[in-house]
């Protein structure tokens, strides 16, 4: 509830401050009555093709209803935005236009579906996804709450991947497969990790609790708790804490 005043009173600011966005704050923001509503037409909107609106809406509220876990992380997502982005000025920024708040958000909702047993219906969500915000997550993946996609473009993580609670991931990310196994054959990111930009993590491997992996990188096997490695193939530069 604090976060969702928080949002009003942002976007009733910025819509005095600029008129010529009044309009579209009124429909995505101040026209509803709360956060679990306006998220759900906000990803209503960006993910429309050939389901229409009332379906996916009608799949975001269900969702929210049956499993207010996904709204509280959804709640985290946002917070960690603002809290981890320097470019991001104002709370209600993530909700509106990040899509790698988006993408996220629908991710969640795919993993419901999924766990729920309406393949179809997730893995739409995941295709939607691929097409509009460019990634791509299976809908089979676990991700904790306050995660931060950065940029998201090229973000991609396959059906056994794991992230928990607070990793950061930048562009270009993969926590891929390496094309010869089956079964549980992606990578597990524990709490607090931080992934650079292009970075690849491929295999059943484990990228210990605030471990920091470099830009570029490519990471093939698992890293300690606290430790940072950079480098083809990554090789540690400091040493677990």
């Given at each position: 509830?604090?976060?969702?005043?928080?949002?009003?009173?942002?976007?009733?600011?910025?819509?005095?401050?600029?008129?010529?966005?009044a309009t579209f704050l009124q429909a995505a923001l101040l026209g509803w009555q709360c956060f679990a509503d306006a998220l759900s037409h906000r990803l209503a909107s960006k993910l429309l093709g050939e389901v229409d609106a009332a379906t996916l809406t009608h799949w975001f509220e269900v969702a929210y209803r049956d499993a207010p876990v996904l709204l509280q992380a959804a709640e985290a997502d946002l917070i960690a935005a603002y809290d981890r982005d320097?470019?991001?000025?104002?709370?209600?920024?993530?909700?509106?236009?990040?899509?790698?708040?988006?993408?996220?958000?629908?991710?969640?909702?795919a993993h419901f579906l999924w766990q729920r047993g309406d393949l179809s219906a997730a893995l739409y969500l995941q295709h939607m996804v691929s097409e509009r915000?460019?990634?791509?997550?299976?809908p089979a993946v676990d991700i904790g709450p306050g995660v931060f996609l950065d940029h998201a473009t090229g973000f991609v993580a396959g059906e056994?991947?794991?992230?928990?609670?607070?990793?950061?991931?930048l562009h270009g990310?993969?926590?891929?497969?390496i094309g010869n196994e089956i079964g549980d054959r992606h990578p597990k990111i524990r709490q607090g990790a931080f992934i650079g930009a292009g970075?690849?993590?491929?295999g059943n491997v484990e990228?210990?609790?605030?471990?920091?992996?470099?830009?570029?990188?490519?990471?093939?096997k698992s890293v300690s708790h606290g430790a940072t490695v950079v480098g083809v193939p990554a090789q540690p530069v400091r040493k677990a804490l």
């Open positions: 509830m604090i976060l969702w005043k928080i949002l009003v009173q942002e976007a009733r600011e910025q819509a005095r401050r600029e008129p010529g966005m320097p470019a991001c000025r104002f709370y209600f920024s993530p909700l509106l236009f990040y899509k790698g708040y988006h993408a996220l958000q629908a991710q969640r909702l915000f460019a990634v791509d997550i299976h056994t991947a794991v992230i928990e609670s607070d990793v950061s991931l990310v993969t926590l891929g497969g970075a690849m993590v491929l990228v210990g609790q605030r471990a920091t992996v470099g830009a570029g990188s490519v990471v093939l």
